[in-house]
T-cell receptor
Framework: SAVISQKPSRDICQRGTSLTIQCQVD?????MFWYRQQPGQSLTLIAT?????????ESGFVIDKFPISRPNLTFSTLTVSNMSPEDSSIYLC????????????FGPGTRLTVL | AQKVTQAQTEISVVEKEDVTLDCVYETRDTTYYLFWYKQPPSGELVFLIR??????QNEISGRYSWNFQKSTSSFNFTITASQVVDSAVYFCALSFYSSASKIIFGSGTRLSIRP
């Protein structure tokens, strides 16, 4: 497995502002992902963070709203832009250590509330 | 369609009872992975088990056991002698050998263990 940390752990933000969430892993990993978990719901994949290139977004998610960076094999950021109350969710970073092996390990999540 | 169904939204049992969480999946892929994750009230997602589609052996780990049956497309999870610490939301999930980065999560089952 891997030790994954996220900052901030929670935040309360005003409508129209942006928040950048950081994800740090204690070892180099092949793949990093960002998920959203809306209140009382399951997890939905936002995008795969690709090292050295643009992220790969899932249907319904766009780069302008959720810009992602991955400058190296241990770090990634997700920005939630121009926030609205509908963006209130838990945002989770995950990693896959062995490409093709399937399981992902998750960070503790960032609990975001937008007023 | 690629889909994971957890029909049980909430389950409540008294401590020391056995409880089974159901999971049914749909896929046309012949090679895939199945997972169970636990999300305690703290919010962090904890990986419990991975099963490969070509390995139908059941697995036991302490009080936890998993029953994988390809014939019924089910991957059920049983907790024996439940404890209050088992209270959490449990997610069943599916990914594919051809695209191991994409995990499809079920809607989750909220398990409450009453003392």
């Amino acid at each position: 497995s891997a030790v994954i940390s996220q900052k901030p752990s929670r935040d309360i933000c005003q409508r129209g502002t942006s928040l950048t969430i950081q994800c740090q892993v204690d070892s180099q990993v092949t793949m990093m992902f960002w998920y959203r978990q809306q209140p009382g719901q399951s997890l939905t994949l936002i995008a795969t963070a690709n090292q050295g290139s643009e992220a790969t977004y899932e249907s319904g998610f766009v780069i302008d709203k959720f810009p992602i960076s991955r400058p190296n094999l241990t770090f990634s950021t997700l920005t939630v832009s121009n926030m609205s109350p509908e963006d209130s969710s838990i945002y989770l970073c995950s990693v896959s250590i062995l490409a093709g092996e399937g399981e992902q390990f998750f960070g503790p999540g960032t609990r975001l509330t937008v007023l | 369609a690629q889909k994971v169904t957890q029909a049980q939204t909430e389950i409540s049992v008294v401590e020391k009872e056995d409880v089974t969480l159901d999971c049914v999946y749909e896929t046309r892929d012949t090679t895939y992975y199945l997972f169970w994750y636990k999300q305690p009230p703290s919010g962090e997602l904890v990986f419990l088990i991975r099963r490969n589609s070509f390995d139908e052996q059941n697995e036991i780990s302490g009080r936890y056991s998993w029953n994988f049956q390809k014939s019924t497309s089910s991957f059920n999870f049983t907790i024996t002698a439940s404890q209050v610490v088992d209270s959490a939301v449990y997610f069943c999930a599916l990914s594919f050998y051809s695209s191991a980065s994409k995990i499809i999560f079920g809607s989750g089952t909220r398990l409450s263990i009453r003392p």
